[in-house]
């Protein structure tokens, strides 16, 4: 007999960019009801909080898009290879007009706790405001990349000027010509950030830990011809998304690796596509530059002496050369100009890793052991808390007031990076345990999986989706077993947001499936065809 009290919603989900406004075209279509409820002033997730200058995709926007409508990808038309922040949120704007999504979106809300109710088997979500509302299923959306990390630096609040995090830059903007700014960190954010910044602050000084493998972008406009070819083309690019290990529309080398290679081919079809662009040169060169140590060294010393020829001071090359992991150990950024600005006189490296490690926080700048540093902006470019952060910040309370937060304190585990025991009827999308791929695809193929779940139950008249415990040991030592496979587990210095490794205060650990995302896709794939046996389905009594 199903449950008797009837919720607000069958559907809350928390988070208005790729996923929430996925989720509403989706769970509409399966004639359910859904709010999406999300913290910012406005829809676009990632795009609405990284807002500081050079933020862009670093997917080629073709493919960096939800798929659902044929009339949408065909009727948008983008401008760039690589959308700025600006457009991405444009786009954004669109499939949320064109589908009439903004009834379904609440903003400016923040939720502060979602507790699984047990004699009634709903969720229960608490605003900020003191608004409460229930639903059946609950649906985290909030992203895999979208909770700051704030390193703990003595004297933070010391500092006159802005301090702030990339992701949280001011909206109304924020004036750095002729200023004096310190950016802390030096991934993807500052790879994007650096080179624009630099062009008008009086100067910039980066404080590096690790260097980064960096691969260029080259940054193209979206011509007439190429628009016609790709939307002449959209249901084969959409194809390859799905069927790709890193979810974007490449083709493979199908076969060919540098191991059997002679070592002049191997450069010279190393320097053919290196020109083009996008992380193509990792997956459209040699089918063994991820799994073979050698090969992966010869890759990773060919982008170092790429590096180098763009960067004229011998002691700057040496400090941005990576040093004891695996290329790719690290998901590299794409470079727009990031190693040219160190050849500027108004752009400086610090070695924070080594060298001279941060101090504290002063009222003008920035103390190392050997310097101090006079600040009029400093920026916190220090990455996240991937996959697990949002859902951690927020108090999610499963059976018997579990908290989400307390059941992962050692492992980050799930099923699939969809289901976790002991809290029915949440639906996770891109989880712990997710491949990291094209997000656009990765959280399409989510969504369906998710709805796929919820129209069964709906038609079963099942009330609750109880992930089994043992169900998720299994994925977790799966996801644990094809990661000790991979260069990931390799090298002395692998400090991966993707391990977890940038948190002072948890271990690392395993948080993404490796094992390719087509792979992924087709599991999902069987585990609806199969009827879900990961989970137990149920009814209330009553």
């Avoid at 070695?351 to 540093?373: A, K, S």
């Amino acid at each position: 007999m199903g449950a008797q009290q009837q919720p607000d919603y069958d559907v809350i989900a928390i988070g208005a960019g790729f996923a929430g406004l996925g989720l509403i075209h989706y769970i509409r279509e399966a004639g359910l009801s859904i709010q999406v409820f999300d913290k910012a002033s406005d829809i676009g997730g990632t795009w609405t909080w990284n807002r500081y200058p050079g933020a862009a995709s670093d997917s080629e926007c073709y493919y960096y898009c939800l798929t659902f409508s044929k009339e949408l990808l065909q009727e948008w038309k983008w401008t760039v290879r690589y959308p700025g922040w600006e457009e991405n949120l444009s786009y954004m704007h669109f499939v949320a007009d064109r589908c009439d999504m903004w009834p379904h979106i609440q903003l400016n809300t923040e939720i502060v706790s979602a507790d699984f109710q047990e004699d009634s088997g709903l969720w229960q979500i608490k605003t900020a405001a003191g608004e409460a509302f229930t639903c059946k299923y609950l649906v985290s959306a909030m992203g895999m990349i979208s909770e700051p990390v704030i390193p703990d630096i003595k004297g933070m609040d010391n500092f006159k000027g802005p301090l702030f995090h990339s992701a949280r830059w001011p909206e109304e903007g924020l004036d750095y010509a002729g200023k004096r700014v310190g950016i802390i960190g030096s991934g993807a954010t500052t790879v994007q950030m650096l080179p624009v910044v630099a062009e008008t602050a009086a100067n910039v000084t980066v404080f590096q830990r690790t260097a980064n493998f960096v691969m260029p972008a080259v940054q193209q406009p979206m011509t007439e011809e190429w628009e016609e070819d790709i939307k002449a083309h959209y249901d084969e690019i959409i194809a390859k998304c799905r069927n790709h290990v890193f979810g974007m529309a490449f083709d493979s080398p199908v076969g060919r690796t540098i191991e059997e290679t002679p070592p002049e081919e191997v450069q010279a079809i190393l320097e053919e596509h290196w020109p083009r662009g996008s992380f193509r040169f990792v997956f459209e060169t040699f089918d063994d530059l991820l799994s073979n140590p050698e090969s992966n060294k010869v890759a990773g010393d060919f982008v170092v002496s790429k590096m180098k020829e763009k960067v004229k001071d011998p002691e700057i090359q040496e400090m941005l050369t990576p040093k004891g992991y695996p290329f790719f150990a690290k998901r590299p950024p794409l470079d727009h100009g990031y190693f040219e600005a160190y050849n500027r006189d108004n752009v400086k490296l610090v070695d924070i890793g080594e060298r001279e490690p941060i101090v504290e926080i002063t009222e003008t700048g920035i103390r190392t052991t050997e310097n101090e540093y006079e600040f009029d902006i400093i920026v916190l470019a220090t990455g996240f808390q991937a996959y697990t952060g949002a859902q951690e910040a927020l108090p999610i309370r499963g059976r018997n007031g579990l908290l989400l937060r307390d059941k992962w304190d050692t492992e980050s585990s799930s099923i699939m990076g969809v289901f976790v025991a002991d809290f029915p009827n949440l639906f996770m999308i891109t989880g712990p345990q997710a491949p990291f791929a094209n997000l656009p695809t990765s959280i399409e193929e989510n969504i369906k999986y998710i709805v796929d779940c919820l129209n069964k139950m709906e038609s079963e008249d099942l009330d609750l989706c109880e992930p089994i415990q043992q169900a998720e040991e299994e994925w977790t030592a799966h996801v644990a077993e094809i990661h000790e496979q991979t260069l990931m587990a390799q090298g002395d210095k692998v400090h991966s947001w993707m391990m977890g490794a940038n948190l002072e205060n948890r271990n690392p650990r395993v948080l993404i499936y490796f094992g390719g995302a087509n792979v992924y896709y087709d599991k999902l794939r069987e585990s609806a065809d199969a009827g879900f046996p990961e989970v137990e389905f149920a009814q209330m009594a009553g």
